[in-house]
């Protein structure tokens, strides 16, 4: 099944350097990306199997078909994980169109034995909320204009701080506060946290 790479706008980001390089045939990044990025694809597969062994299955399969199809990704200005993802999801689909999937799965089957004390089915559920809250941020970012927008991935996506995100964006400190506070204040009207 095609992974779909929805290319519509020239990304306001630069690429990540490990992505730009793994596109290259780099397989020390494309490993580093695999240890990157392997829970988020694991967790995403463990919630829906419900299986651990078919999750680690399926996450392997996710990575190979990554592996195979990278120079052919494009990079869109979202996370590289969204992209894994997408694989993961159609694997997963496919997975259930064969009717393999079992929907039971013993309770020892969550505990990681190198863990222990921690469940794997609380973990898998807080990534799959980071994804999901992922996916509501990128769709809400889309309702900012570009300096907004740029300003707000600086800042939160890339963890800079004002005066870095200044520096960035050839701007004053206080012009990013300002387009920081602009931005926050739609993106709260856009996913509904505010009523006005």
Same mark, same amino acid.
């Given at each position: 099944?095609?992974?779909?790479?929805h290319?519509?706008?020239?990304?306001?980001?630069?690429?990540?350097?490990?992505?730009?390089?793994?596109?290259?045939?780099?397989?020390?990044?494309?490993?580093?990306?695999?240890?990157?990025?392997?829970?988020?694809?694991?967790?995403?597969?463990?919630?829906?199997?419900?299986?651990?062994?078919?999750?680690?299955?399926?996450?392997?399969?996710?990575?190979?078909?990554?592996?195979?199809?990278?120079?052919?990704?494009?990079?869109?200005?979202?996370?590289?994980?969204a992209?894994?993802?997408t694989?993961?999801?159609?694997?997963?689909?496919?997975?259930?169109?064969?009717?393999?999937?079992?929907l039971?799965?013993?309770?020892?089957?969550?505990?990681?034995?190198?863990?222990?004390?921690?469940?794997?089915?609380?973990?898998? #559920? %807080?990534?799959?909320?980071?994804v999901?809250?992922? =996916? $509501?941020? *990128?769709?809400?970012?889309? &309702?900012?204009? /570009?300096h907004?927008?740029?300003?707000?991935? #600086? %800042?939160?996506l890339d963890?800079?701080?004002?005066? =870095? $995100?200044? *520096?960035?964006?050839?701007? &004053?400190?206080? /012009?990013?506060?300002?387009?920081?506070?602009?931005?926050?204040?739609?993106?709260?009207?856009?996913?509904?946290?505010?009523?006005?």
């Open positions: 099944m095609p992974v779909p790479n290319a519509t706008t020239a990304p306001d980001r630069p690429e990540p350097e490990l992505v730009a390089r793994a596109r290259t045939g780099d397989r020390e990044a494309f490993a580093a990306l695999y240890d990157e990025h392997y829970r988020v694809v694991y967790g995403f597969l463990l919630i829906r199997t419900r299986n651990r062994h078919l999750a680690e299955d399926l996450t392997q399969e996710a990575f190979t078909r990554a592996l195979c199809r990278i120079d052919g990704y494009t990079w869109q200005g979202t996370a590289f994980a992209w894994l993802i694989i993961a999801k159609n694997l997963y689909l496919d997975e259930l169109g064969r009717g393999r999937t079992r039971e799965t013993p309770v020892a089957e969550f505990h990681d034995p190198q863990e222990p004390g921690r469940c794997v089915e609380s973990l898998a #559920l %807080r990534e799959l909320e980071a999901e809250a992922h =996916e $509501t941020v *990128r769709t809400a970012l889309h &309702s900012l204009n /570009a907004q927008r740029h300003c707000v991935e #600086l %800042r939160f963890e800079l701080t004002p005066a =870095e $995100t200044a *520096r960035a964006m050839g701007r &004053s400190v206080g /012009a990013v506060k300002t387009l920081t506070y602009r931005a926050l204040r739609k993106l709260r009207w856009t996913t509904g946290a505010v009523s006005v």
